[in-house]
Structures are given as C-alpha cells and as structure tokens.
C-alpha cells in the first residue's frame, strides 16, 4: 500500500500558486519523498524529491516539515498545462532487495482561467 | 539524452492470446520496473528488474512475467489474456532502483483486449 495521504483534488486559479498537501506520518529517516505529476494518458513525469532540506526546481518547490511527516509541493505560477494527477510518493521496500514506488490515488489538479 | 522507450504504443489482441511488451531504458539505467494503470485501480506496481533479476513483485498473478537483458532492456509477458487485462502499461527505469534515484517513465504502451 501507498505510504501517504493527499486530498482527491484541488482547484487553482491561472497565475496563481498551487499549495499541495501531503501527509507521510510512517515515513523513515532515510526515506525520500518523491513528487510526480501524470497528464492524461501520458507517463508520470518526475516533478521534484527531497529527503529532510526544502527543495527548488525549475518547476516546482517542495517543502519538507521538520518532522517530515509532512510536505506540500509548490508550483509559484500555475498554467492551465499544470492540470494533472500529482502523486506523493515514498518508495516502499518490498524485500530485502530494494524498494518500488507505489503510486496512492494522487490528486488532482484543475488549473482554471 | 533519449529518454525511456516502449513498444508497440498501441496493441489489440484476443482473450486468450498472449503479448510481450518491451522497455527500452535510459542509457546506463540498470533498474527496470512495470506497472499496469486501469481506471479503476490506478497506477499499480508489477515488478522490477536490475541486473537481469526480479528483484521486487507485486500482486499479479503468474500469467504476467518480465526479464531483464544484459543490455538492461526488458519485455514483460502476459499469457492468456483477460478483458481485465486491458490497460496501459508503463515502465519505468533508474540508475540503481533505490529511494534516493529518480525514476523515468516511458509513454506506455496501451494494450485492448477483445
């Protein structure tokens, strides 16, 4: 099962910043939280990830809680082309190989005019 | 750099029928996983291989297979296809595979059971 909590879906102006919530209680120290979006029909594609520090990229930022338990990935300037699925994710180790990332419900976003 | 490749992009077979699948990864990519999206059970995990092992599962049933080459590409099977069989199928690749790697997804390739 999916290690995070995200709300179903939220709404955004144009040219306004997109605040979304994640809730990642049972998360680890050495755990990374990973951030991706998926526009209908197309691949998920990798948004941002970071394990305790804040983090910024060209596209988005995302800012960790201290106990990281929590995180919100920001776009500063939502466009209509930001309308998509966006996923939280913290890998989950299956075995004692390695880990996977297993894909919650995400939510999703509807950038309007 | 070319990013993650999957063929065919679309496919339509019969019940009962099998397919293969192929994923072409990120060059120097060693870890390959799948997953099936339907829309009524969202993106879900099959497997992933990394140095042509399985080296995680997920829960389907042994009709769906993979394997990895020495070249790091990877097919997944499916045998004795069921109408639930038809989604789209993703795969994704990464350097190592683990928590502090990215991972990159191909486009899938949509597979239609009739």
């Known amino acids: 099962d999916a290690k995070t909590t995200q709300p179903p879906s939220m709404d955004c102006a144009e040219g306004r910043a997109a605040n979304l919530p994640c809730n990642h209680s049972t998360i680890s120290g050495n755990e990374y939280v990973y951030w991706y979006r998926q526009i209908h029909s197309q691949g998920p594609q990798y948004i941002i990830h970071?394990?305790?520090n804040n983090e910024t990229n060209e596209m988005a930022s995302l800012i960790i809680t201290e106990d990281r338990k929590s995180s919100t990935l920001i776009l500063p300037h939502a466009t209509l082309r930001d309308t998509a699925v966006y996923y939280c994710?913290?890998?989950?180790?299956?075995?004692?190989?390695?880990?996977?990332?297993?894909f919650g419900k995400g939510t999703t976003l509807s950038v309007s005019s | 750099k070319a990013g993650v490749t999957q063929t065919p992009r679309y496919l339509i077979k019969t019940r009962g029928q099998q397919v293969t699948l192929s994923c072409s990864p990120i060059s120097g990519h060693r870890s390959v996983s799948w997953y099936q999206q339907t829309p009524g059970q969202g993106l879900q995990f099959l497997f992933e291989?990394?140095?042509?092992?399985?080296?995680n599962k997920g829960n389907f049933p042994g009709r769906f297979s993979g394997r990895q080459f020495s070249n790091s590409r990877s097919e997944m099977n499916v045998s004795t296809l069921e109408l639930g069989d038809s989604a789209l199928y993703l795969c994704?690749?990464?350097?190592?595979?683990?928590?502090?790697?990215?991972?990159?997804f191909g486009s899938g390739t949509r597979l239609t059971v009739v």
């Open positions: 994710i913290v890998p989950v180790r299956l075995n004692q190989a390695g880990t996977a990332l297993i």
């Open positions: 291989y990394f140095s042509e092992t399985q080296r």
């Open positions: 970071g394990l305790k």
């Open positions: 994704a690749s990464s350097l190592w595979g683990t928590s502090n790697y990215g991972y990159t």
